[in-house]
């Protein structure tokens, strides 16, 4: 897998492929990255668990925290990792001591690690380095169009409104129709007079 450049079909079978992911290095503090990024994926249906050793006995949106990996009760399709790169390698060798495996690791923007990488690949593992699965997830559904934003092209022209049973790139329905409550809430207070 060249990781300078990912297929959207890549990314996006992962998006629709997991839905339990452990969130490595979350935080409650709601100004901190890795905050807005579970909040996201939860409101988008997603069971995300926060893993935070410092953080164990208190919750996140009302979900525990736990202090590793392998302290997960059920199956995990994906990990999350807010670490610095130099701190990837144990958070995989967490990951293959684990049964069964976990489908992907997703390291967040700024996360690089080439050989924990590939020796997670060695494992049949799937990696994505250095996105974020929030802003992917919205670039790909056209959530973030919907909120004046576009990732590819500068543009004044603004990105048509969805309308009921409009299929996202994503599979998921909009406008009351599934689990995309942001962009619903959008639309909402977009067509709102003010």
């Known amino acids: 897998m060249n990781h300078d450049s990912y297929p959207d079909s890549y990314i996006r079978a ?8 452990a969130m490595v290095g979350a935080s409650p ?11 996201y994926l939860t409101e988008r249906g997603y069971d995300v668990i926060p893993i935070n050793p410092g953080q164990v006995g208190k919750s996140l949106l009302g979900k525990p925290f ?3 990996l392998k302290d ?32 992907v690791i997703w390291m967040q923007i700024g996360v690089r690690n080439d050989e924990a990488a590939a020796r997670a690949e060695a494992a ?15 670039r790909l559904s056209s959530e973030i169009s919907w909120m004046g934003v576009n990732s590819r092209t500068l543009s004044a022209k603004r990105a048509p409104i969805p309308v009921k049973g409009m299929r996202l790139s994503l599979d998921r329905q909009s406008v009351a129709g599934a689990n995309t409550a942001a962009s619903d809430r959008a639309v909402k207070s977009r067509n709102e007079p003010g």
């Open 124 to 138: 049949g593992i799937q990696v994505v380095m250095d996105r974020c699965p929030k802003i992917e997830y919205g």
């Open 66 to 68: 736990v202090a590793s």
């Open 29 to 39: 503090l709601n100004v901190r990255p890795s905050y807005f990024v579970f909040k």
């Open 72 to 103: 997960i009760d059920r199956p995990i399709d994906m990990v999350d990792v807010f670490r610095g790169s130099a701190h990837v390698m144990p958070v995989v060798d967490e990951v293959l001591a684990l049964s069964p495996l976990p489908k």
């Open 14 to 21: 992962i998006l629709n492929g997991v839905k339990t992911i």
